[in-house]
């Protein structure tokens, strides 16, 4: 196959043919078209760029290894966006002195104080003083953070995080109500 024709196929087509035929040059065209994506993210969950490369590294060898349990319910990116994001809630929770990792933060609106934990909507979340949420973003659970992240640093529909996480969407709602209600409590203790 020519590489334009290669490079013409979509996503799904693409892991097909890596797929079949155990494929590093078709692998390297599934790189290229995502390692920018996969970096970011890393890079959300990393204390410096170097460690981002790394975990991008490594992201693509399982990747590579983990392709086959692609099984298209869902869009290759969406899939790929869900696996590097619990590679990487791995990743912190195996390493618990990674506490300190880099925080891209939600906003910089600052806010008084007091916030009300029982009644946490997006308002109260967004109104938070950036270095401060950034530092209650390192305490919480990283499953927590990853949630929080995905909804409103990366802009995700509820249903999105549905698929990505492979949940309902009354999990996915109760999931994000916790974790804000975790952070605003662990940013109120600071």
Known sequence: MKTNNVNKLSDEELVKKIVE???THLFAILYDRYA???YNKCYGFSKSKEEA??????VFVRLFVKLRS???????????Y????????NYVQRNTAKKNEKVTVVTDVIKDEDADVDEIDDASLFELKSDKLAKALEIIDPSDKMILLMKY???????????ALDLGQSAVKMRLKRAKEKVVKAYNEL
């Open 21 to 23: 035929k155990n494929d």
């Open 36 to 38: 920018g994506l996969v």
């Open 53 to 58: 490369q790394d975990l991008t590294h490594d």
């Open 70 to 80: 692609f099984k298209g319910r869902s869009k290759f990116s969406t899939w790929l």
């Open 82 to 89: 869900s696996f590097t994001y619990n590679f990487c809630v």
């Open 153 to 163: 640093q990366d802009d995700m529909s509820i249903k999105d995080i549905q698929l």
